[in-house]
Nanobody, 126 residues
């Protein structure tokens, strides 16, 4: 599967952005999907994920209540709606796909994912 992330940009604190990840290749619902981010000088970290069947969701604690992850298996798209953005959300955001696996499970670690998009920059100014 090929992944293409988009939607990043520069926004003031308190603002919103919507990231999209378009997938091409094998049937989208074969993959568990996730969003990760990497800030300068820091390790890449899990942000949010959605299970293959769309029933399962998972968020890292720092974004709960502010971010929402969704997927449209008919359109082969994963979306991350980010509200109430904070300067500490500044990072390059990556979408990732985990092939096969359990349909309702959300995978939350880097090593579990098989495919990665190119990343999109999100910058939140204070």
């Amino acid at each position: 599967v090929q992944l293409q992330a988009s939607g990043g940009g520069l926004v003031q604190a308190g603002g919103s952005l919507r990231l999209s990840c378009a997938a091409s290749g094998r049937t989208f619902d074969y993959y568990g999907m996730g969003w990760f981010r990497q800030a300068p000088g820091k390790e890449r970290e899990f942000v949010a994920g959605r299970s293959k069947d769309g029933r399962g969701t998972k968020y890292t604690d720092s974004v709960k209540g502010r971010f929402s992850v969704s997927r449209d298996n008919a359109k082969n798209t994963l979306t991350l709606q980010m509200n109430s953005l904070k300067p500490e959300d500044t990072a390059v955001y990556y979408c990732a796909a985990k092939g096969g696996g359990i349909s309702y499970r959300v995978y939350g670690t880097l090593s579990e994912y098989d495919y990665w998009g190119q990343g999109t920059q999100v910058t939140v100014s204070s």
